[in-house]
């Protein structure tokens, strides 16, 4: 069994390696030559990656592919994604397509409030609390006047603080619930900055508060932070267009738009159905949330607890058809940075804003909940025609070819013949052994 390792985020990147290479990998050389390959060459970039984290050892590329053809509110995008997935950026390409004949994607954001919460504990007669707190609220707020300083020029900042009772729910529990504007900071380091404030605040004013120290019951601070669910943040964004423009191939408009809506109705009521129907709008979303430096996992977190927020989790699309005209939507909360963090210190994010034209974190907003609807689109649309696996196994072919290390000619070959052949990896390898021999 390995050995604890004590000052290892003192070592250097090296010794890290030749410590885990020794106490993991058998002494492997292969493992730091598997490492080095991904170092970059210039030292500045690649101290920039090695001080994104701690013990960084190397980097791990992830594709960076674009989709072109967005119409957004009358303006045409190239949306960054990055991705693993084979067939993200094609369907996200094929949606786009589809739709910038139709009138394109219209989006608009409908809230931008964040939140966050100081959590307390108090076990003493709740009219206590409550007079405290609607006495000490005008120096809450004063106490991070510095923090905001900033951010309050700019026309963002501190909302407002609540008491909110949680008592019957858990025994002795209340917040500070606050809120937010952090305008193009998605804000996780200021709002988490001021709850700090108004909690060393909270507690200095309650230590000389009368009726907390004639019974000695004060309330107390559990801990301080951000919410990640954000359904005050929300955005909106639609597709729609006549019945007859949506025929396509031997399917008449109307057949797949009720198709396309029976598909939506399962989601909304099967949750089995609705976690697939969402992932796959989260593959359009998260490709794009982080190819702009952003927080996919706070994005993540926010929206499948949106999506259950009626107590059941369902689809976060919607569709009808109403007179003759099918309309598409998304409805989803987002919390973004167009500033801060990431966002202006990756060079290849910064390259991602300069092609989405420098957006606000409203206009990102906008720009990816339409590259989850689109994504939804494109795979609704698959499901209810050809079935999924034809685009898939088509993108996933050359993930296969790779696997055989297939060399460019029989790549081509194999990307040639596949295009009539039905793909499958048992198919592929036997393709190219075909070829080979
Ligand atoms: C695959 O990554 C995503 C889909 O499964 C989404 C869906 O089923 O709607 C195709």
Redesign the pocket.
């Known amino acids: 069994m390995a050995k604890p390792v004590t000052g290892f985020s003192k070592k250097t990147k090296t010794e890290k390696i030749d410590w885990l290479t020794k106490t993991y990998l058998s002494n492997n050389p292969e493992a730091l030559q598997t490492l080095q390959q991904y170092w970059n060459e210039d030292q500045k970039l690649q101290k920039l990656h090695d001080d994104f984290i701690e013990n960084t050892l190397s980097n791990y590329y992830l594709p960076f592919g674009v989709a072109p053809n967005f119409l957004i509110n009358g303006n045409l995008y190239a949306l960054p994604m990055v991705i693993e ?1 084979s ?2 950026v094609a369907a996200a390409s094929n949606a786009a397509k589809f739709w910038l004949d139709r009138g394109g994607f219209k989006a608009q954001v409908l809230s931008t409030q964040k939140n966050g919460q100081v959590h307390l504990d108090y076990f003493g007669n709740e009219q206590n609390i409550v007079s405290f707190f609607a006495e000490v609220k005008p120096k809450l707020i004063e106490s991070v006047s510095t923090i905001q300083k900033n951010m309050k020029k700019r026309g963002g900042g501190l909302l407002d603080i609540e008491l909110v009772s949680k008592n019957e729910t858990l025994n002795g529990y209340f917040q500070l619930h606050c809120t937010f504007e952090t305008l193009d900071a998605m804000g996780a380091n200021f709002i988490n900055s001021c709850l700090e404030q108004v909690a060393k605040t909270f507690e200095a004013e309650a230590d000389s508060y009368k009726p907390f120290t004639t019974t000695n019951i004060f309330p107390e601070v559990v801990m301080s932070i951000l919410s990640n669910y954000v359904p005050e943040c929300l955005v909106r964004a639609e597709v729609s267009c006549k019945l007859a423009e949506l025929a396509q191939n031997d399917i008449s408009g109307e057949n797949f738009a009720q198709k396309f809506v029976r598909a939506i109705q399962i ?1 909304q009521t099967e949750p089995r ?1 609705a976690v ?2 969402n ?3 989260m ?1 359009g979303i998260d490709a794009l949330i982080l190819a702009t430096g952003n927080d996919f996992r706070a994005v993540e977190a926010g929206v499948h607890a949106y999506a259950s927020k009626d107590g059941k989790y369902t689809s976060l699309t919607d569709a009808k058809i109403e007179n003759g005209i099918f309309t598409f939507s998304i409805k989803i909360p987002l919390a973004l940075g167009t500033v801060g963090g990431l966002t202006t210190l990756h060079p290849l994010t910064k390259f991602a804003f300069e092609l989405l034209q420098k957006p606000s974190a409203k206009e990102l907003m906008e720009l990816v909940a339409v590259a989850g609807l689109a ?2 689109f494109a ?2 649309r ?2 209810v025609t050809t079935g ?1 696996q034809k685009g ?1 196994m088509k993108m996933h072919l050359m993930n296969i070819l790779n696997q055989v290390d297939a060399s460019e000619i029989e790549k081509k070959k194999a990307v040639a013949h596949f295009n009539d052949n039905t793909v499958s990896h048992s198919a592929v390898i036997a393709y190219i052994k075909q070829l080979r021999s």
Request: hydrophobic fraction near 35%.
């Open positions: 997935e067939s993200v989601a159905r697939t129907h992932k796959g709008i593959n994504q939804n795979a609704i698959s499901l999924i898939h």
